[in-house]
């Protein structure tokens, strides 16, 4: 048990380190899109930082939850952990994270030819 709570924890530290350098990267890096307004980039910002913390909340309890599964001899109860793991998920990211990016609020006005 030691051993896999030690690899758990390294990887899902490497995976939130690596999150962290693709937020640093879109923040700070150079604007892929030279066209693209300050107001839609910051937008797209958003939506990837809330996105990729997402993930890792997710990813850490489904290990959480893998692990106490295993430890406390539940590995029958995974199915119907997992049907409701992902119904919850589909829930969250259809409901919550895709409002953030609609079609409606960009601004097209700097595509226009001069």
């Given at each position: 048990m030691g051993s896999k709570a030690t690899s758990v924890i390294a990887v899902l530290t490497c995976g939130n380190l690596f999150f962290a350098a693709i937020i640093l990267w879109n923040i700070y890096g150079k604007k892929l899109d030279p066209?693209?307004?300050?107001?839609?980039?910051?937008?797209?910002i958003s939506l990837t930082e809330k996105l990729l913390i997402f993930i890792s909340i997710a990813a850490t309890v489904f290990l959480m939850m893998s692990i106490i599964l295993d430890v406390y001899y539940l590995d029958h109860l995974m199915?119907?952990?997992l049907s409701l793991y992902y119904v919850l998920l589909a829930i969250i990211r259809f409901q919550v994270l895709t409002p953030v990016l609609q079609i409606d609020d960009t601004d097209f006005e700097v595509y226009k030819v001069q």
């Open positions: 066209y693209q307004s300050n107001k839609d980039r910051n937008c797209q199915p119907t952990f």
